[in-house]
């Protein structure tokens, strides 16, 4: 056993207690007491020992050579005084403040974000073929910096800074890397109450700070998946349409589509959707070695036949009634303060399932509680169709956007993505919350304010 890390170790509170602050397993602390702090861990360990007033043994590492100031100010001493008050607030409160990695897989980026977020991406290839790129935002390396650290579960409180990168055109007058701070609130299975905490805290931030004159875009994902598996339409369709629905284009094309019947249809994949899977997989394959392999270029044989069946599925089916047609619209088209908003879409859906309108409920609910916590809602909007620029949202979501005269300036935003963990690698669904705020415009619009 090293004696003096053991030391140190026991001086910071103990094996749980340094996990906790240095955001490892206790199994890791208890390895230390073995093996000693791995070097990447000695500038930390320094900075704590220093917070707490804890002498560290000259054998534990010469501190003569660590610049301590630097440490013990942490990356927040390049930041301005506004930008360290809203630090400190999201630091607060249980929050670790965590620096998540620069470098992530560009897949698992794409997957999650979605195909638009490509041309915004700087991405690299290592030599064994593997794409990392530069973090487009902190929700994601936050998420993975969660796993790396063995949780798969475990309640989290995460709070960051640092730089993100987006490649942006020249006409859009945006920066291709800023600042960004926030918090993100990991396996807490109370979402109503941490959806609650993680928007309150955020906007008590901004307000802090003097920041007023912004208004607040409210959204639920998961209610419009409510309102889509309650309708009385083919699954296919219901499938869909919540494919579809993050890209709005995309949407109404799809709606317009289903809502006539087509009359051009495929015999092929009528005969391919009339088969079982594997006379199907069978007859899809013949057919690709007879032809010049042209129209199934860059896909699977299963993904080949399993896009025939659906074509030939759809031609089986029923075109969507006009009046299903009109419902899903006016449901998209609901936008109003949130008791309004809320009100229009009961009225709306009192016929439907019950499902739906417990759904609305919860969404109430959580405005009333948010408003007991003292926010305003005079400069707030919430739309059923809020929602369709990040796959990774899974409910509850918001942007603030600050407004003076004509100009409109996004600050930031966050929501629910219960989702994201697992598909990151977790074997597990795990709950989680988040948000973030640009600092550079958070800056700008305080300077603005106070003028």
Same mark, same amino acid.
């Not at 409160?93 to 965590?98: E, R």
């Not at 802090?208 to 994902?221: A, H, L, Q, S």
């Not at 620029?389 to 629910?416: H, M, P, T």
């Given at each position: ?53 804890? *002498? ?12 301590? &100031? ?37 897949? &698992? ?12 991406? %700087? ?17 994601? *390396? ?8 063995? %949780? ?74 409510? %309102? ?64 010049? =392999?042209?129209?199934f270029a860059g896909r699977s044989l299963e993904e080949i036949t399993d896009r025939l069946r659906k074509k030939g599925e759809s031609y089986s089916l029923k075109p969507l009634s006009d009046s299903t047609k009109k419902l899903i619209t006016e449901f998209l088209s609901i936008k109003d303060t949130p008791s309004l908003a809320i009100s229009g879409l009961r009225k709306l859906c009192k016929s439907l399932d019950r499902s739906l309108l417990n759904k609305i409920d ?24 809020? =929602? ?36 990151? =690698?977790?074997?597990?669904?795990? *709950? ?14 305080s300077q603005i304010e106070s003028l």
């Amino acid at each position: 056993m090293n004696k003096s890390v053991n030391n140190i170790i026991n001086a910071l509170g103990g094996t749980t207690k340094l996990a906790n602050l240095l955001g490892v397993n206790p199994s890791a602390v208890s390895n230390y007491r073995q093996k000693g702090f791995p070097a990447r861990l000695h500038l930390k360990i320094i900075a704590l020992c220093e917070e707490f007033s804890i *002498p560290i043994d000259n054998d534990f590492i010469d501190k003569s050579k660590i610049p301590l &100031k630097v440490i013990k100010s942490n990356s927040n001493e390049f930041l301005t005084h506004k930008s360290n008050s809203i630090m400190s607030s999201l630091s607060s409160d249980g929050y670790q403040l965590i620096d998540p990695p620069i470098l992530v897989p560009a897949d &698992k980026v794409i997957d999650r974000l979605g195909e638009t977020i490509v041309d915004r991406l %700087f991405i690299f290839s290592q030599k064994d073929g593997i794409r990392l790129c530069l973090r487009p935002d902190l929700t994601i *390396p936050t998420c993975l910096y969660y796993l790396d650290q063995g %949780f798969d579960g475990e309640k989290k409180l995460y709070s960051y800074f640092g730089k993100v990168f987006q490649f942006y055109d020249e006409e859009e007058n945006e920066p291709t890397e800023f600042t960004q701070t926030g918090i993100e609130s990991i396996g807490d299975q109370d979402s109503l109450n941490a959806d609650v905490e993680v928007f309150v805290k955020i906007y008590n931030a901004l307000k802090k700070e003097g920041i007023n004159n912004f208004k607040t875009y409210f959204g639920d994902v998961s209610l419009f998946q409510e %309102f889509i598996n309650v309708l009385d339409i083919p699954e296919l369709w219901k499938k869909s349409l919540l494919e579809k629905f993050w890209n709005e284009d995309e949407f109404k094309i799809l709606l317009d589509e289903i809502s006539k019947k087509n009359i051009n249809n495929d015999k092929f994949a009528e005969r391919v959707y009339s088969l079982d899977i594997e006379s199907a997989l069978e007859l899809v394959r013949g057919t690709i070695n007879s032809s010049d =392999g042209s129209f199934f270029a860059g896909r699977s044989l299963e993904e080949i036949t399993d896009r025939l069946r659906k074509k030939g599925e759809s031609y089986s089916l029923k075109p969507l009634s006009d009046s299903t047609k009109k419902l899903i619209t006016e449901f998209l088209s609901i936008k109003d303060t949130p008791s309004l908003a809320i009100s229009g879409l009961r009225k709306l859906c009192k016929s439907l399932d019950r499902s739906l309108l417990n759904k609305i409920d919860e969404v109430e609910k959580r405005f009333e509680i948010i408003n007991s916590n003292g926010v305003d809602f005079n400069n707030a909007i919430f739309g059923a169709e809020k =929602g369709r620029d990040v796959e990774y949202y899974s409910g509850f979501l918001y942007d603030f956007a600050w407004n003076n005269n004509n100009e409109s300036i996004y600050i930031g935003g966050g929501g629910r993505y219960d989702d994201l963990i697992k598909l990151l =690698g977790s074997e597990n669904r795990i *709950p989680a919350v988040g948000a973030a705020l640009n600092l550079k415009k958070v800056e700008r619009i305080s300077q603005i304010e106070s003028l």
